[in-house]
């Protein structure tokens, strides 16, 4: 299957510069991994408006006039340059299918930042918030995909994100065409993975594919860009795969045995019960797919959302709630 790089903006401290405040560079793992099939835009917003490496820790304040950038020794206000560099760039960057930023940081954290009261030696307070630069992008980049480095490191959410970007970048290919006979191969293809996600939100988009007739091109593609935005604001679970799988596996129950259609549907118990991972059942359905070269079932994204060689089962167990 043919995969469309990813456009992926990353923070720069991660594996590509030493530019945190206290001049290190962090690694991981995972972006070195990501590399060979990400298009990667490395940024450190901080450096970017000027500020020395190494330098006094920024962090955000909470202010009467709401939150303030600051540097958390000396005061002094960042705030209007962050904000000035952050529109810019997101401004001159276009294609952009998902970021990857460092976590709790005060510029780039896409959640769990710390505010405090005030520069020096003071307590966090206990509300949390979000990085100057991360909520710029994401206001700017509402239907792109958002994640950091630390919770990559979960693999139920590092899947999620790999789908997301993959299908991004997909459909990207596929809107600049133009051309409806490409969205509806593209929604053909896509089927079963939507379902796995929502059914009633497949539904949605096929309305949108089969209205053709009646809208132009560019109302269809942007109707369908907002549809398929919210399909993964939504997570997998256990009842839609199932639902996805059992129809897939009708395409087979007429050539399997009797002991092979039980075994299948004891595979199925057996994930229901968190006995086993999904890509049991998907390795199964796979195998039959080759088997019976069902050419139809062969082109579904579900059985390779993305590149089988960014499979890593290792999981930190942490960050396990999705955005």
């Not at 020096?120 to 792109?144: D, L, Q, S, Y």
Request: charged content about 25%.
């Amino acid at each position: 299957m043919e995969f469309t790089k990813p456009n992926i903006v990353v923070s720069k401290c991660l594996n590509f510069c030493q530019c945190r405040y206290n001049n290190q560079k962090l690694s991981s793992k995972f972006i070195g991994f990501f590399e060979n099939y990400m298009n990667f835009h490395p940024v450190c917003p901080e450096v970017e408006i000027g500020l020395e490496t190494p330098r006094n820790p920024v962090r955000i304040i909470e202010t009467k006039g709401g939150e303030r950038l600051v540097d958390s020794k000396t005061g002094t206000d960042y705030s209007s340059q962050m904000n000035e560099f952050s529109d810019k760039y997101l401004k001159e960057i276009n294609n952009i299918d998902g970021f990857i930023l460092k976590s709790k940081s005060p510029t780039c954290g896409i959640k769990d930042v710390k505010k405090y009261h005030k520069a020096g030696k003071v307590p966090a307070i206990g509300e949390r918030t979000i990085g100057f630069f991360a909520k710029k992008a994401m206001n700017k980049f509402p239907k792109a995909a958002f994640e950091d480095e630390g919770r990559l490191r979960n693999f139920s959410i590092r899947e999620h994100f790999l789908i997301h970007i993959f299908t991004l970048a997909k459909f990207r290919k596929t809107k600049n065409y133009r051309n409806i006979n490409k969205l509806i191969n593209f929604h053909k293809n896509n089927k079963y993975l939507f379902m796995s996600y929502s059914q009633k939100l497949l539904k949605k988009l096929g309305k949108i594919v089969s209205n053709h007739g009646r809208d132009s091109i560019d109302t269809i593609l942007k109707n369908y860009e907002d549809e398929l935005s919210n399909i993964f604001s939504n997570t997998r679970k256990a009842g839609e795969n199932i639902n996805a799988f059992l129809h897939m596996f009708g395409y087979f129950s007429d050539k399997l045995s009797v002991e092979e259609k039980n075994f299948f549907l004891t595979q199925i118990e057996y994930y229901k019960e968190e006995m086993i991972p999904l890509s049991v059942i998907t390795s199964i359905l796979k195998s039959w797919v080759i088997r019976f070269q069902c050419g139809y079932l062969k082109s579904q994204t579900i059985l390779n959302p993305f590149p089988d060689s960014l499979i890593k089962v290792t999981d930190s167990g942490k960050g396990r709630e999705f955005r």
